[in-house]
């Protein structure tokens, strides 16, 4: 097995400790630091979906996903020399009412990883939140806006309504997260949806460009 598949292996079973051995094996073995981020998100994808199937719980998940931010911890320098010029800043929280940051964390790694400079607010974050980071940080080109519950959609829209009310330009709001379709964005007047982490980072590079 190679490396870069051992380390998504270990990332799905939640080894921390190995996990950032691993990568650096991986990179040692000549492994682009894109594509050994690549492979612990599609072992995150796998756990999520077992999350989803109820094959797995909340612990089994956090652990996961605390192994690949120990990975990702070894990449940081190699990301950053590959994305050598900054597409600018980019905001990103999870909606007020929703304490969920899993899959806003993947997405904050995979749009950093692009070359965006990541400001994280957190999670159960009011508009207001969104709009004074806006306005405190140079650069911004990209608002990342996460809703995970159903029953947090409103206040996703709520969010993108408050942005948009302030009148504040030279940015694109991109949203997402497991309730949120494209139809729904299209609805709040989102400019762009992505259903996962990598395509968010495609996504993120492609509307800042048009």
Do not use: W
Request: hydrophobic share 45%.
């Amino acid at each position: 097995m190679a490396k870069i598949d051992e380390v998504k292996e270990q990332v799905i079973i939640g080894k921390t400790k190995i996990v950032p051995g691993l990568v650096q094996e991986a990179l040692n073995e000549g492994s682009a630091a894109k594509d050994i981020l690549q492979a612990m998100i599609d072992g995150m994808k796998i756990v999520g979906d077992r999350f989803s199937a109820g094959e797995i719980y909340v612990p089994e998940m956090l652990i996961a996903a605390k192994a690949m931010s120990k990975g990702v911890e070894v990449l940081k320098p190699m990301l950053s020399a590959e994305a050598s010029t900054s597409l600018g800043t980019c905001i990103i929280g999870t909606v007020e009412g929703d304490l969920h940051d899993i899959g806003k964390n993947l997405v904050n790694m995979m749009i950093g990883s692009a070359g965006f400079d990541m400001v994280d607010l957190g999670v159960d974050q009011a508009p207001n939140k969104f709009i004074e980071a806006i306005k405190n940080n140079k650069n911004v080109k990209l608002v990342a806006c996460s809703a995970l519950l159903t029953t947090t959609l409103p206040a996703l829209k709520k969010t993108v309504d408050a942005i948009k009310e302030t009148g504040l330009s030279g940015f694109k709001i991109i949203v997402g997260g497991a309730p949120v379709t494209q139809k729904f964005a299209d609805e709040i007047g989102a400019d762009g949806y992505a259903p996962d982490a990598g395509a968010a980072a495609e996504k993120a590079k492609s509307i800042i460009a048009a």
